[in-house]
T-cell receptor, first 108, second 116 residues
Framework: EIVLTQSPGTLSLSPGERATLSCRASQSLDSLSLAWYQQKPGQAPRVLIYGACSRATGIPDRFSGSGSGTDFTLTISRLEPEDSAVYYC?????????FGQGTKVEIK | QLQLQESGPGLVKPSETLSLTCTVSRGFISSYSWSWIRQPPGKGLEWIGDIYDTGSTNYNPSLKSRVTISVDTSKNQFSLNLASVSAADTAVYYCARDIIGHYYSWGQGILATVSS
């Protein structure tokens, strides 16, 4: 099973600042097989990025994904108040599909 | 736009079987694969398993001995049975459409509580 480790656990930033979230895999992934999700309280997760760097339909361009191998990054270039949420990475390189433990982004 | 809706009992007794159904609307269940994912209160996401429209299934090894996922294309539904539940199975259960391994469309989730 591929373990995904996300860091930091919590990120507290001001509107307009840049957020950098990390996801590290326990073994190398095919670069097309990592997704990022945003989850707000009481809601289902929403896919932001798939294939490590492709934005899902309707996702603002301030969200971007990068990385390959074992190290992946989600960047939110200019934080908006509505970006307050928990963000999860997920790998689909192999079964079982696994998720990271999440990074909570707080907006000051 | 595709919609998914989970249904089933919100309360299940320990050792019994949790049975949930996901109804797909505004789209067809055929030609796609479908997953169940759960989230214990205050915790992260866990993939339970998936089913293809052919009926082929994949399960998380941690749950494999207790899980059955099935599909009814005539009703545009797929289902989850989780046997021998305990308090550790208390979670919000989501159904989702699998697009080459990631999840684009999700149901709103249903809280299933295991308690006597």
């Amino acid at each position: 099973e591929i373990v995904l480790t996300q860091s930091p656990g919590t990120l507290s930033l001001s509107p307009g600042e840049r957020a950098t979230l990390s996801c590290r895999a326990s073994q190398s992934l095919d670069s097309l097989s990592l997704a990022w999700y945003q989850q707000k309280p009481g809601q289902a997760p929403r896919v932001l990025i798939y294939g490590a760097c492709s934005r899902a339909t309707g996702i603002p361009d301030r969200f971007s994904g990068s990385g390959s191998g074992t190290d992946f990054t989600l960047t939110i270039s200019r934080l908006e108040p509505e970006d307050s949420a928990v963000y999860y990475c997920q790998q689909y390189d192999s079964s079982p599909r696994t998720f990271g433990q999440g990074t909570k982004v707080e907006i000051k | 736009q595709l919609q998914l809706q989970e249904s089933g009992p919100g309360l299940v007794k320990p050792s019994e079987t949790l049975s949930l159904t996901c109804t797909v609307s505004r789209g067809f269940i055929s030609s796609y694969s479908w997953s169940w994912i759960r989230q214990p209160p205050g915790k992260g996401l866990e993939w339970i398993g998936d089913i293809y429209d052919t009926g082929s299934t994949n399960y998380n090894p941690s749950l494999k001995s207790r899980v059955t996922i099935s599909v009814d294309t005539s009703k545009n539904q797929f289902s989850l049975n989780l046997a021998s539940v305990s308090a550790a199975d208390t979670a919000v259960y989501y159904c989702a459409r699998d697009i080459i391994g990631h999840y684009y469309s999700w149901g709103q989730g249903i809280l299933a509580t295991v308690s006597s």
